[in-house]
């Protein structure tokens, strides 16, 4: 059964850092590419963060560039968001996702799910 498994959400004021990993366990991930979306009540999913298998290609719309890094070690079948510079409007509960096609995350698409992390941004 695959599993992923986010975690270091919390609770962070405005301008600080939190460092989300999400580990996948139950198959092997050769090849798939990792991303992470956010979701606040009454909104749509929101892709803020996608990554390669091999790393070299990634992705961030214009809400988080320059503030959230995405990056991933394939030993482990572990991807993080580094997040910098929180805003409360980052607030949202954060999922990590994983799929074959790193081009479909642009349409909310993925193979495998998270059950989301919390990650609230005080003001």
């Known amino acids: 059964q695959v599993q992923l498994v986010e975690s270091g959400g919390g609770l962070v004021q405005v301008g600080g850092s939190l460092r989300l990993s999400c580990a996948a366990s139950?198959?092997?991930?050769?090849?798939?590419?990792m991303g992470w979306f956010r979701q606040t009540p009454g909104k749509e999913r929101e892709l803020v963060a996608a990554?390669?298998?091999?790393?070299?290609?990634?992705y961030y719309p214009s809400s988080v560039k320059g503030r959230f890094t995405i990056s991933r070690d394939n030993a482990k079948n572990t991807v993080y968001l580094q997040m910098n510079s929180l805003k409360p409007e980052d607030t949202a509960v954060y999922y990590c996702?994983?799929?074959?096609?790193?081009?479909?995350?642009?349409?909310?698409?993925?193979?495998?799910w998270g059950q989301g992390t919390q990650v609230t941004v005080s003001s």
């Open positions: 996702a994983t799929a074959l096609d790193f081009y479909g995350f642009r349409r909310s698409y993925a193979d495998y």
């Open positions: 139950g198959r092997t991930f050769s090849g798939y590419a």
């Open positions: 990554i390669s298998w091999s790393g070299t290609l990634t």
